[in-house]
């Protein structure tokens, strides 16, 4: 969420109110130290999914939750970090009207792999941004190298 008076990225919030058709967020921005409102609805979230290979279908948080619990277990990737990256998802979209799956899939690969190694391999072997086999081994071989 971009400071609406110096267009930093990180604000605080300072509070929430959720009214019949809106969230209400007080927010603080961390650079500039002033104060903005931020109003959420159903409404600015509903973004269309450009897929490659099927039909575009509206945004929806349970699936990209699901996959990265999917990909998350037996992993020591806990809930709070999942939604963590569940709400660096919608932070990305936000604002948008369309977005491609393979931009929400790399927002998701993006997040997990500052958290969990394990759980980064596992969605990227399933993601279809790794266009051929080659660029998933070298995504692969490239981790290993940083260890
Ligand atoms: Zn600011």
């Known amino acids: 969420m971009k400071c609406i008076y110096c267009g930093n990225d990180n604000s605080r919030v300072v ?3 959720d009214t019949d058709e809106s969230i209400r967020r007080r927010r603080e ?3 500039c130290d002033r104060r903005f409102t931020t109003y959420e609805t159903a409404e600015s979230l509903k ?3 450009e897929k490659r290979e099927s039909e575009n279908e509206e945004f929806n948080e349970e699936k990209v939750r699901e996959g990265i619990k999917n990909a998350a277990k037996n992993t020591d990737l806990n809930e709070g970090e999942a939604e963590d990256i569940v709400e660096e998802v ?3 979209i936000r604002g948008k009207k369309k977005i491609s799956a393979t931009e929400i899939g790399k927002k998701v690969l993006e997040g997990l792999k500052k958290r969990n190694e394990v759980a980064y391999v596992r969605f990227a072997s399933v993601y279809e941004s790794f266009e051929d086999i080659e660029s998933f081994q070298e995504e692969v071989e490239d981790l290993k190298a940083e260890k």
Do not use: A, P, S
């Open 15 to 17: 509070d929430t109110r």
């Open 29 to 31: 921005c961390k650079n």
């Open 47 to 49: 973004i269309t999914v």
């Open 90 to 92: 919608k932070e990305e």
